[in-house]
């Protein structure tokens, strides 16, 4: 089963407007991250935030947490037409050490216009 | 530095056949995740290797199986394929922390 859910399920912006997409889970976490996916190739972290942090910056990326809602928001500034793919929000929980397996949303599909 | 590698790109079986996909971890790594990925979904989580032996499963049948070998590469296994069994299988590596890193996956057929 998937833990994640992300808001909106596709997103259609300019190039150059920012893109936010949201994501819930359900059960306490380690930390969050976020993945993108360039038509069904393989996932690139984009970033991750632990239990313990509420905003996290990596260039023109933005993800905050809230653990008491269980949500978070990644935000995309300046978008461009290579930002077009699947974001991923993906949960890890807390287990003996290292790193644990993850669970996955459905993702939110991003198309950027030119 | 070589990212995470997975082998073969593409594969396709028949119903009832047995397929073995092969993972090389990025290089210092110790720990391997596998994960499917069903057309229009997010990843599974399959199941987790560390020195060698597993240390994590999700919610996948005994027909899939795993391997990790002392080089940290890993091999995924499964019998007795269904159709539901097409889809991405993603591997997954990380070194004792929480970034994991992954490959381009194999696309798996069932037919």
Known sequence: ?114 | DAGVTQSPTHLIKTRGQQVTLRCSPKSGHDTVSWYQQALGQGPQFIFQYYEEEERQRGNFPDRFSGHQFPNYSSELNVNALLLGDSALYLCASSYSGDTQYFGPGTRLTVL
């Not at chain 1, 150059?16 to 059960?27: D, H, P, R, V, W």
């Not at chain 1, 996916?37 to 023109?60: C, D, F, T, Y």
């Not at chain 1, 500034?77 to 929000?89: G, H, K, L, N, P």
């Open chain 1, 1 to 114: 089963s998937q833990q994640g859910e992300e808001d909106p399920q596709a997103l259609s912006i300019q190039e150059g407007e920012n893109a936010t997409m949201n994501c819930s889970y359900k059960t306490s976490i380690n930390n969050l991250q976020w993945y993108r996916q360039n038509s069904g190739r393989g996932l690139v972290h984009l970033i991750l935030i632990r239990s313990n942090e509420r905003e996290k910056h990596s260039g023109r990326l933005r993800v905050t947490l809230d653990t008491s809602k269980k949500s978070s928001s990644l935000l995309i500034t300046a978008s461009r037409a290579a930002d077009t793919a699947s974001y991923f929000c993906a949960t890890a929980g807390y287990s003996g050490g290292g790193a644990d397996g993850l669970t996955f949303g459905k993702g939110t599909h991003l198309i950027i216009q030119p």
